[in-house]
């Protein structure tokens, strides 16, 4: 109902109406009505419902304190903690604006007395990537300028990343050169947020329930609902709490034989789920870790997993635990330094006593648990190897399939992560899993990770330009599939790279069918190993400079996909097609670009 909208008729902004047609997946026809009605009531209700209490009318009155909880979450962690916080505080009577800074204009924040932040770090260190232009209008205002406000950061992110909390960090600082005071100390969390970030939220609410005292808002309206009504997930009750079982229908390798990579198309059912999912989203998967690799680490440390163990609230055997619960492929820094301080011999022995952070940190990406445990010195007691290993968390793959066209199956395509320790393989955790341990008929834990910012555009005729490495290819596969259902023929470009043409070609045949039937305009291969010099997918954009930057003039989207060092190289190479086609700073027209949405990136 809310896909007829478009953001040149309506007055939300792409990015809000990509959310409320998020929310608004599964709700029927007699839902909607009512929701309009209740809508429309609350509208009347107050003077400026966009800005209430903020910067509307009722800001006017001197003596309203006003408050906002302001979130950057690309994934949902940040959006859901935000949005139970908001309305903890509207339970008790206490006014803040919800929203996300992707809709926030950072000139508003001097209107606050009050600013809670709820803020996530991505790519490598970098803010959500719906937040840059909020970060970039934060460094343009003046030193002093937001010396009125009071503010605090709940920071999230994964200590196994190198700059770990970093965009929370970034965000304190521009803060403070701006004048602003903290009024609680920032908070970074951990891949186990949930309990710190709820003290946080405690915390943050009884001291603005008494800043903002309910006597003071006696005269105030009531506020806007936001659409917390809806999960973000969508309407269906499958969460990263509660995911859904799905049962796998193929796994089928899409390498050839003979070639280095291990590519797996995945097809999962999601009969009677009720998820609705859009090309460009991901799904999430909760996956067990392998029985041969538990044996193996208990054999290390010591252990033999009948041990009990309390994980969180739960006490559980410690097999059944590293089953299910804790992570045994990847390291983070704290969790190293914690074993070295006291095993200073496992430091001289693994060559790590005198590492810099840079060294642990390349240590860490290859190396996992088992290589820091010693046959014959591990822990003897279970309780503390439990409390030493991190959570496990879910992995996100990209999904590669349309549901108009798959109808209720979802389609994956996973690479093996795969690498040697001296002579024994080191396997991922997930894609292993779904490449090589789950066999047809088994369930497989999933839920939805909806990405707004990684859609087809609204206008069907936009010319389209998809440029993926590997499985980075996996989206645009979902997105010809839309648009082959949806009967639009915009023209399209598919850039594609791997390393060998004979084995390494990703869904070869659905492209050329797609170029048959005229749905593909154009297909340009990057086949790195296939002779003697190397070339990678930035070399073929500098080979397509002039017709890219025609399709470029002529309004097209450019999509990317894959590894964070392919879309660096691939947008260094843009940006220099631009300088040399345009006078002026080829930086005006990239940030151009990236403000109007026509570069749009899923990296990983
Ligand atoms: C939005 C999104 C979409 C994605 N789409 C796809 C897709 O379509 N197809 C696909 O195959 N993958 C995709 N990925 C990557 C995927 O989520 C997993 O990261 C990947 O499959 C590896 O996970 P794993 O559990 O197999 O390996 P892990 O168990 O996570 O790691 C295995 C090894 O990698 C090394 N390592 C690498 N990075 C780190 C790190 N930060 N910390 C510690 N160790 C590290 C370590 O040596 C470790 O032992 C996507 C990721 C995102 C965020
Ligand atoms: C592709 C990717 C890159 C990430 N990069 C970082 C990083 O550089 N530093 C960090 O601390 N956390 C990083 N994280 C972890 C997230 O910050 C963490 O999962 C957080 O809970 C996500 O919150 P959100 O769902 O609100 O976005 C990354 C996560 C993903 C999926």
Not at 116 to 140: C, N, Y
Not at 277 to 284: R, V
């Amino acid at each position: 109902m809310l896909q007829a909208l478009k953001s040149d008729n309506s007055p939300f902004t792409e990015q809000q109406l990509q959310r409320l047609r998020d929310g608004m997946t599964g709700i029927n026809a007699v839902q909607a009505a009512w929701l309009s009605g209740y809508l429309a009531g609350q509208a009347l209700a107050q003077p400026s419902p966009a800005d209430t209490p903020a910067n509307g009318p009722a800001a006017a009155s001197q003596s309203m304190p006003r408050a906002a909880v302001l979130y950057a979450s690309q994934t949902g962690n940040g959006e859901t903690i935000a949005r139970q916080l908001q309305s903890a505080l509207q339970a008790g009577n206490v006014a803040v604006n919800l929203a996300s800074v992707a809709d926030y204009s950072a000139k508003r924040l001097k209107n606050l007395d009050w600013a809670v932040f709820v803020i996530s770090t991505h790519g490598e260190g970098d803010p959500p990537d719906d937040a840059v232009s909020f970060f970039s209008a934060l460094q343009r205002q003046k030193e002093g300028a937001l010396a009125g406000l009071n503010y605090a950061i709940l920071a999230l992110g994964d200590s196994s990343y190198a700059e770990f909390c970093a965009a929370g960090q970034q965000l304190e600082s521009h803060l403070e050169r701006l004048g602003a005071s903290a009024f609680s100390a920032r908070v970074d969390c951990d891949i186990d947020y949930e309990q710190p970030a709820e003290e946080w939220s405690e915390r943050i609410s009884k001291r603005l329930s008494e800043e903002l005292k309910p006597a003071d808002m006696a005269a105030k309206p009531p506020l806007a609902p936001t659409l917390s009504i809806v999960s973000r997930e969508g309407a269906t009750p499958w969460t990263r709490q509660n995911p859904y079982a799905a049962e796998v229908l193929q796994v089928q390798r899409i390498t050839g034989r003979g070639s280095d990579k291990d590519v797996r198309h995945i097809e999962l059912s999601l009969e009677d789920s009720g998820i609705q999912y859009q090309p460009g989203d991901a799904l999430a998967v909760w996956a067990p870790n392998d029985p041969a690799l538990i044996d193996a680490v208990l054999q290390k440390a010591g252990l033999d997993g009948s041990e009990n163990v309390r994980i969180k609230d739960r006490q559980l055997s410690l097999a059944k635990a590293l089953g299910e619960r804790l992570e045994l492929t990847r390291l983070a820094l704290p969790q190293l330094d914690k074993l070295l301080a006291s095993a200073p011999e496992l430091a001289t022995r693994l060559r790590l006593a005198d590492a810099d952070t840079a060294a642990k940190q390349a240590f860490i990406q290859r190396h996992q648990v088992i290589d820091l445990l010693q046959e014959g010195h591990g822990f003897n007691d279970a309780q503390s190897f439990a409390d030493w290993l991190r959570p496990v968390t879910p992995r996100s793959y990209s999904i590669a399939s349309s549901q108009a066209w798959a109808e209720d199956e979802v389609h994956l395509t996973v690479v093996l992560e795969q690498h040697m320790v001296d002579t024994s393989p080191r396997l991922g955790l997930a894609s292993d899993y779904l490449t090589g341990r789950v066999a047809e008929g088994d369930r497989v834990k999933v839920f939805l990770e909806p990405n707004p910012r990684f859609r087809l555009p609204d206008d069907g005729s936009t010319p389209l330009i998809f440029i993926g490495a590997g499985t980075g290819v996996a989206p645009y596969r979902a997105f010809l599939q839309e648009l082959e259902e949806r009967g639009d023929s915009p023209n399209t470009w598919l850039f594609f790279g791997n390393p060998h043409f004979q084995t390494d070609f990703l869904y070869q045949q659905d492209w050329l069918r797609y170029r048959r039937e005229g749905l593909l305009n154009h297909i340009t291969v990057a086949f790195s190993r296939d002779q003697a010099e190397k070339i990678y997918l930035q070399h073929r954009v500098r080979e397509q400079a002039d017709r890219l930057f025609e399709w470029l003039e002529s309004g097209a989207v450019i999509y990317l996909c894959g590894s964070h060092a392919m879309g660096r190289a691939v947008e260094d190479e843009l940006q220099a097609v631009i300088a040399a086609k345009r006078p002026g700073p080829a930086s005006d027209y990239w940030s151009e670009l990236v403000q109007t949405k026509r570069i749009r990136r899923d990296l990983y």
